[in-house]
């Protein structure tokens, strides 16, 4: 197998554990098996992840907005939310990012989201105090158009600022990710202990 075929089928692993993660427990569960197959979402967020890795600092929302233009020609992908878009996206790059934590490349992902759950976004409310961000806040229902406070556009942005503000004054952690590495392990631990 050739090395550009190793990337690719490393890719489509990330990519499909990713769109795992994207759909489990929502809406938008039945709409895991076509997205799976449609070819245009997977190279949009492919050409995200080349982007990030070559250094040329993405903006995430062009590509979030270009994953809902070719989703949205048809109704029943509505269901396919901001919310499960982030999570596409940034699983992927949370993912993707293993492979390069230990090289100078990791400085390219400091433009990375860290992917918005229930979970994390708890977490940053309770041991980090940020008041910024809806308590009833469902990551999967968050969309672009919402009026509803609850499941607006601003919660992500506000989660992300108020990661971003975290790491800068965190020497343990070097980018947004990695925050979210150490504090997902910290999260699962905490579960763990609750449920014993």
């Known amino acids: 197998m050739s090395n550009i075929e190793i990337r690719k089928a490393v890719f489509n692993f990330i990519y499909l554990e990713a769109l795992d993660d994207a759909t489990r427990r929502t809406e938008a569960a039945s709409l895991k098996h076509s997205i799976e197959g449609m070819e245009s979402v997977r190279e949009i967020v492919k050409e995200y992840a080349e982007s990030v890795v070559h250094g040329d600092n993405p903006c995430f929302y062009y590509y979030e907005q270009k994953i809902e233009d070719v989703l949205y020609e048809q109704e029943k992908y509505r269901k396919f939310t901001f919310g499960n878009i982030q999570k596409l996206i940034n699983m992927t790059m949370k993912y993707l990012y293993i492979q390069y934590y230990d090289t100078d490349i990791y400085k390219n992902f400091t433009c990375c989201n860290v992917p918005l759950d229930s979970g994390m976004r708890d977490l940053i409310r309770k041991d980090y105090g940020v008041k ?65």
Do not use: G
């Open 132 to 196: 910024t961000i809806s308590w009833e806040c469902a990551w999967s229902k968050i969309t672009r158009e919402s009026t509803d406070r609850k499941y607006s556009l601003d919660n992500y942005i506000n989660f992300q600022d108020a990661v971003v503000a975290i790491v800068k004054n965190d020497s343990r952690y070097r980018i947004p990710l990695e925050f979210d590495y150490y504090n997902h392990n910290r999260m699962e631990k905490s579960l763990l202990i609750e449920n014993k």
